[in-house]
Structure formats: C-alpha cells, structure tokens
C-alpha cells in the first residue's frame, strides 16, 4: 500500500515495505477520526507496567512501590520526652505556681541518646533533653520556661499534668501495622518514614527510560549557530523531555535528526537498547517530507490515526524492534506535541511505573469569558485558572488556538477541555480544566 509522505524524486523508487499493523486498533467514526478516550484507551492497552525490582530510598521519589511494607519497629520506639526539661511526677508539680513555686532537687540530666542515669525518685526532678528516654518512675515533664532552669535545685512555677510532653511508645506507628500497601506513590514524607523504620531499600517499579528525538531538516540545536535564516531552534525535545523528567521518567535527549529516511532510522534503532519508550515529532501528518511516517513501517508494527483532537489530530503508535519497544509519534507543532504528551505520553508513563490514575483529574471552573469550540473534535485550549473576586476559579484563555504560539504556552497554567458536542462556552459557564504541575 502506498505510504504519505514519501519523498518525491525523479529516480524509481524501490517498493515500499508492506506494513504489518498493530492488532486491535480501534476503528474511526464517522467523521473518519479515532476518538480521544479510544485511541488512549488503546495506547494503555498496549504497554504493560514495568518489571518491579529493589532501589534504595533516595532513588524511589515519586515511584509506586510493589510491596506491602509492615513497620518493624514502634515509632516512638520508647516513651521520651517532647520537650527540653525537666522529668519528674506529677504530683510532685500538681500545685506549682508563680505564687508558689515547687522547687525540686536536681538528681541527674538525660540527652538525647542516653539512658537515665537511674529511675526517678519521688520529690526529685531530672534534666531531659528533646528525644531523650522518660526515666522510670516519671510521668510528666516540665518544660525549661516554666523553671527557673536550675542545676541543683530547680524552681517550677507552673503544674505539669500527668504525661503531659510525654511521647508513648508506638503512639505514631505501632510495630506490626502495614505503613504502606503495594501500588502506594513514594514522596519525600514517605521516604523519612521508611528511613525511620530502619528500612533503606523497597521493591519499586523502576523510571521508565524515554528516548525523545525531533525530527525535521528545519531544525537547529540551542546554542549553536543556525545553517540558515530559515531554520528554526529545536524546542519540542527540550519541551517532551522535560515533561517526562517532571513525570518521573528517565530522559535521554537525542536532539533534531533531519528528514532523511536512512539517517531516521539509524538513529532510533541504534535507542533500542536503551528505551522503554521512544518519542518522536514531526514527520507524521501528510506533507511530502514526513519522514516518521514513510519509515516507521520498516522498523516494526504501527498504526497512524487521525483522531478527534485539536490541536494533535495526526497521532502515530509502534512496536518495533526484536523487543517491540513503544514508540509514539507526535505532530511536530510545539503546542501539538504538549497536547499529545499530556493526552497519551504521560497516562503511557504512568501505567509503565504502576501509578494511578493515568490521566489528569480534571477540575471544574467558571469561564471568565466566552470560548468558542468546534463540535466533532475535543479542544485542549491553554488556558489560565485564578480565583475571582466571588472567591470561585475562573478560567480565561491565553492567546489563540494556533499551534505554533509557544509562548501562550508558557504562560498557561492549566488546559481547558471542552468535549467533543461543545460549540460554545457561555461566560460563567462550568468547563473542565486540567491544571498543570509546573505552575500553581
């Protein structure tokens, strides 16, 4: 069958390579466009979560572990003091006051670290520090600003009731109970905890490595002079790689490769071996220099849709090489890709790391003003979410619907989503918006 975009030229060219498709890819409407939903639904489908294996605590941030996690130990692992002070009984302070202070002979002083000295006697008092063991036989501490911070003798003006400033053993985590259960997300809180427990490794499924590469001739690297006037900087894989850095992926760079067909598939074969997932962008709609979409069909299975999306339509898929490594293929539109990464990249990478849920939780705000929409196609409009005046969130739109204008993106905070039978937003109207991490 023939294959868009091939390169035109005056010598014969050899036969094209039969594609071999991908099994169940969903059929289109009767528009003749792959709905959203369905075309991500069948990105998921395709992907399995990856193999789960054991990492130390720092390199687990953000991950998903895959295993239930009984504490081991009580946290406090013993009763101690809350406060520097001093211990003593409670009854020994019951009617301290200004008016009348208790003063209480100093019999010894615990830090943090150490044992007592030796059980407290009643009618004495001992000096603690924050974190140090509870002597036996006290049961309240007084904290150093309501004494007068004696060495020898000590003057209390103010009752400690009994256990007051007193940490109980296991009051925070008691040994034996499950602290974490397979499937749960890793942050840094989590981390302190797990550290706590004495625990300095868990089973996690591991970043996904990412390959992001851009393709197209007009393209030149950041930093470097441009060949030509007519060329333009490589945003798109400083902008996919980051996105996935900020997903919890692994990110390999590889930068612009130019449309040709040999020099493309060099370059993603030789990623291979070192991706769970391959990006591309650009080369993948219809033009006579679409390069992804000439050459992909050599390298493995694919499928090439058009689905009801604005901005994003052009939508690529594959499992190539022995190992049938993912590969989704974007429009080379710097807005598109953004799109296209939010909409299916970022739900693929979840799932790879066993995270949930896959998509975005959408939220609901007032449109500050009107927004037009094209029915049959599902907008994503970079929009702004703020807080009104009524003290409710409201969102306007930023800057127009094309999908060049990289800087309306880079002051958008949020994506309006507005469904695929909308075609127009009443101000004051509820839509749907998904709000981006990078901004608050």
Request: charged share 20%.
């Amino acid at each position: 069958m023939p294959l868009f975009g091939r390169r035109k030229t005056t010598e014969p060219e050899a036969p094209a390579p039969e594609a071999v498709p991908l099994p169940g890819a969903p059929v289109a409407g009767a528009n003749g466009m792959r709905s959203v939903d369905d075309h991500r639904d069948y990105l998921l489908s395709m992907v399995a979560e990856l193999p789960p294996f054991r990492q130390q605590l720092l390199d687990v941030i953000d991950l998903s572990i895959c295993e239930d996690v009984v504490a081991g130990l009580n946290l406090p692992g013993f009763d101690n003091s809350a406060m520097d002070g001093y211990a003593v009984l409670a009854a020994d302070v019951e009617r301290a006051s200004a008016g009348e202070p208790v003063v209480l002979p100093v019999v010894g002083e615990i830090a943090a670290g150490q044992a007592a000295p030796h059980p407290l006697a009643p009618g004495t008092a001992m000096k603690i520090m924050t974190g140090a063991p509870v002597p036996e036989g006290a049961d309240a501490i007084v904290p150093y600003e309501n004494t007068d911070r004696g060495d020898v003798d000590v003057t209390i003006v103010a009752a400690s009731e009994y256990g007051q400033h007193i940490r109980r053993v296991g009051e925070d985590v008691a040994a034996g109970s499950v602290i974490y259960r397979a499937g749960d997300q890793l942050g840094p809180r989590d981390i302190s905890l797990l550290a706590a427990m004495g625990i300095d490794a868990v089973m996690v499924r591991p970043r996904p490595r990412v390959v992001v590469i851009s393709t197209g001739s007009e393209l030149a690297e950041p930093g470097y002079l441009r060949e030509s006037e007519h060329q333009i900087y490589d945003s798109n894989s400083f902008l996919l790689a980051a996105a996935c850095r900020a997903a919890g992926a692994q990110v390999y760079r590889v930068g612009r490769v130019g449309d040709d067909p040999d020099a493309v598939k060099e370059v993603i074969t030789d990623q291979l071996i070192r991706a769970d997932l391959i990006l591309t962008t650009g080369g993948v709609s219809q033009g006579d220099y679409d390069v992804i979409k000439q050459v992909m069909p050599e390298l493995g299975r694919t499928d090439f849709a058009a689905v009801a999306m604005q901005p994003g339509k052009p939508q690529g898929f594959g499992l190539i090489g022995e190992d049938e490594v993912p590969i989704i293929m974007m429009p080379g539109n710097p807005v598109s890709a953004f799109v296209s990464f939010e909409v299916f990249v970022r739900p693929v990478l979840r799932k790879m790391m066993g995270s949930t849920p896959y998509v975005r939780t959408e939220l609901h705000c007032r449109a500050a003003h009107a927004m037009p929409s094209i029915v049959g196609k599902r907008q994503f409009a970079r929009g702004h979410v703020s807080v009104g005046e009524d003290g409710h969130r409201q969102v306007s739109l930023v800057g127009g619907h094309g999908s060049h204008l990289l800087g309306d993106l880079a002051r958008a905070n949020a994506l309006v989503v507005l469904p695929e039978d909308t075609d127009l937003v009443g101000v004051g109207d509820e839509v749907s918006v998904w709000m981006l991490a990078d901004h608050h």
